[in-house]
């Protein structure tokens, strides 16, 4: 006697292989969304410390150098 080891599972009807279909699609869409969001939020965090970065200090010093000798030393007062 031969025996059938598959389990019984109904086939699918084609509204539950749609379901998956349109789950599967709204997760894609909320997914390529959120990481756009990261994206566009870690771009902006960025260019916010590059602005920071190049941004004269307060009361700042530089030294100018020309052929490897001091030429001369500039002072900056943002506050006036």
């Known amino acids: 006697m031969l025996c059938d080891y598959r389990p019984n599972k109904k ?6 292989i749609h ?9 894609l869409v909320f997914s390529i969304i959120l990481v756009l ?11 916010i410390e590059l602005n920071n970065l190049y ?3 307060e009361n700042e010093r530089v030294l ?3 052929n490897q000798r001091p030429v001369a ?6 506050n006036n």
């Open 11 to 16: 086939p699918k009807s084609g509204k539950e």
């Open 19 to 27: 379901k998956k279909k349109i789950n599967l699609s709204h997760k």
């Open 37 to 47: 969001l990261i994206v566009i939020l870690s771009a902006l965090a960025i260019k």
């Open 55 to 57: 941004r004269l200090k």
């Open 64 to 66: 100018l150098i020309k």
């Open 73 to 78: 030393i500039l002072f900056f007062n943002v």
